[in-house]
């Protein structure tokens, strides 16, 4: 893997996910019945950062959420033969919610799949919306983020490396890099 350029630096990240928060709470009138949900992850920290903002702008602590979705994946096979499983951390029923699912990078849709799955097992919510700090295309299935930081355009030979110091050691950042 090569780096080729950064896309956003942690100031670029900030923006974009407080650009969000606003969007969340004005496209669901408020914040009644809404929780967030974030794939693990990178989605996790997504969805920290975006409960974090609507705090702060809204005076509402939403329900919070961490989703493994290890098991419901199409590719588990291909996967080590002892899968990470960091556990699915969830206090509230999903029951007639409106879930806000967060995820870091958007790519085929499959982990987005997987992730609708393991929640439809939990309990059937009112709306699961999609929240993503980048959507890169190159889809496989028919799934379409309805918050989005940033659309970058890519080629099947590059990867887009979302990092944040809790998982990486380095500051929040959005890179590009050469397979």
Known sequence: MTFKSQLLDEAAVGRALRRLSFEIVE???????LCLIGIRRRGVSIAKIIHENILANEGVSLPFGMLDITFYRDDIEKKADFPTVTGTEIGFDVTGKKIILTDDVLFTGRTVRAAIEAIFALGRPKAIQLA????RGHRELPIK???VGKNIPTSMNEIVKVSFPEFDGCPTAVAIYDK
């Open 145 to 147: 983020p309805d918050y």
């Open 132 to 135: 993503v700090l980048i959507d």
């Open 27 to 33: 496209k669901n009138h408020g914040t009644e019945d």
